[in-house]
C-alpha cells in the first residue's frame, strides 16, 4: 500500500491510501475533493472508501463531490 499526504487549505492535510495491485484507494479527512481527484487520476485509481476522523468541513468538505464521482 502507498499512502500519499496531500496538502488541504492552509493547514491540514489529506491522505490518499492506494492499493496499486488492484487500483483501488481510500481517503481520509478530504477536505476538498479537486486534489483527492487529481491523485486518483494520476494513479489511474479507483475510490473504495472515504474516512472522516470528525465532521469538521475542513475534514469533510469534499465528501458529497467524491462520493459524487465515485458511488457505490
Do not use: C, Q, W
Not at 14 to 19: A, N, S
Not at 29 to 39: F, G, I, M, N, T
Amino acid at each position: 500500500m502507498d499512502i500519499y499526504r496531500l496538502p488541504a487549505r492552509s493547514d491540514n492535510y489529506i491522505f490518499v491510501l492506494h492499493h496499486p495491485a488492484d487500483g483501488t484507494a481510500a481517503v481520509v479527512d478530504p477536505a476538498d475533493a479537486s486534489p483527492v481527484l487529481e491523485k486518483l487520476a494520476a494513479l489511474d485509481a479507483n475510490l473504495e472508501a472515504i474516512f472522516n476522523t470528525h465532521h469538521h468541513n475542513d475534514h469533510v468538505g469534499g465528501n458529497r463531490e467524491l462520493i459524487k464521482r465515485f458511488p457505490k
